[in-house]
């Protein structure tokens, strides 16, 4: 059953903490995107990776970091530095240019 | 900076009317254009994508069309249904670039 999976659904974290969420994806795909997604809004493009062990800054990298060790895995760590990081969070990726979605994680804060 | 905007923000018919969502855009040197639909606290499904060489897309009760040089694109749907309620995103693929840029979405509700 291909697809993207995020985990967790939920996450909460602390004043200070670091958290990170997770992105997995079984469809052989090169690139993968993390969007932040806030009520009443579009996605706004957190970091993106086109190809392993690559990935670059999109519109709002301030406070993330991500890593991209292997083709099938993309997670997104949210730092102590992001100051406003409740939202919902997304990952894709895409082929051929059509994007494919994961479930999403909603983060809050403690 | 490619902007995308969505315009009515929401949208509320009754069953079985025809409707239709607008999505504009600013850069008309895009790659594709595709239509998403995300209920509530889910991600995002693909419905419609259509290629800058295309002018319509038609999936069952919808149809996308493209209008690359007013930086336009419109999604039909027929014969509305309730379990059309949710919101509608576009997003658009700038030249070739593998980046996407995404409207605020339409937030539909058909009532019964």
């Known amino acids: 059953d291909g697809g993207i999976t995020q985990s967790p659904k939920y996450l909460f974290r602390k004043e200070g903490q670091n958290v990170t969420l997770s992105c997995e994806q079984n469809l052989n795909h090169d690139a993968m995107y993390w969007y932040r997604q806030d009520p009443g809004q579009g996605l706004r493009l957190i970091y993106y990776s086109q190809i392993v062990n690559d990935f670059q800054k999109g519109d709002i990298a301030e406070g993330y970091s991500v890593s991209r060790e292997k083709k099938e895995s993309f997670p997104l760590t949210v730092t102590s530095a992001q100051k406003n990081p409740t939202a919902f969070y997304l990952c894709a990726s895409s082929v051929l240019g059509i994007q494919y979605f994961g479930a999403g994680t909603r983060l809050s804060v403690l | 900076k490619q902007e995308v905007t969505q315009i009515p923000a929401a949208l509320s018919v009754p069953e079985g009317e025809n409707l239709v969502l607008n999505c504009s855009f600013t850069?008309?040197?895009?790659?594709?254009l595709q239509w998403f639909r995300q209920d509530p606290g889910k991600g995002l499904t693909s419905l419609l994508l259509?290629?800058?060489?295309?002018r319509e897309q038609t999936s069952g009760r919808l149809n996308a069309s493209l209008d690359k040089s007013s930086g336009r694109s419109t999604l039909y749907i027929a014969a509305s249904q309730p379990g059309d309620s949710a919101t509608y995103l576009c997003a658009v693929r700038l030249g070739n670039f593998n980046k996407f840029y995404f409207g605020s979405g339409t937030k539909l509700n058909v009532k019964p």
């Open positions: 259509i290629q800058s060489s295309q």
């Open positions: 850069d008309s040197a895009i790659y594709n």
